[in-house]
């Protein structure tokens, strides 16, 4: 069974910094790119970031590029999100998910499965 567990959101100040990490169990990680997704309150889920199976390839939403960057641990099967210059905007819950192959193919939810429950990040003003 496939489990994907997200973990580090909290509340911080804006211009803060913040490491999101999200642990999958059940399959090969390394056969997968992994996304990252936020969905804030009345608003629909956006893809954040997206990284190849071996980490040789990311990319961002314009938002977030030059602010964020995901990277991975196969050996610990985890990928991670490294958020820094965090601004009111990017309060959201946050979601990592599998993409069905090792390649990013985009930043939308149907190009992913297999997601985790999220993880809350708030930034105060």
């Known amino acids: 069974q496939v489990q994907v567990v997200e973990s580090g959101g909290n509340l911080v100040q804006a211009g803060g910094s913040l490491r999101l990490s999200c642990n999958v169990s059940g399959l090969t990680f390394a056969d997968y790119a992994m996304g990252w997704f936020r969905q804030a309150a009345g608003k629909e889920r956006e893809g954040v970031s997206c990284i190849s199976w071996n980490g040789g390839s990311t990319y961002y939403v314009d938002s977030v590029k030059g602010r964020f960057t995901t990277s991975r641990d196969n050996a610990k099967n985890t990928v991670y999100l490294q958020m820094n210059s965090l601004k009111f905007e990017d309060t959201a819950m946050y979601y990592c998910?599998?993409?069905?192959?090792?390649?990013?193919?985009?930043?939308?939810?149907?190009?992913?499965?297999?997601w985790g429950q999220g993880t809350q990040v708030t930034v105060s003003s």
């Open positions: 998910a599998l993409a069905y192959g090792r390649r990013c193919l985009g930043l939308t939810p149907d190009r992913y499965n297999e």
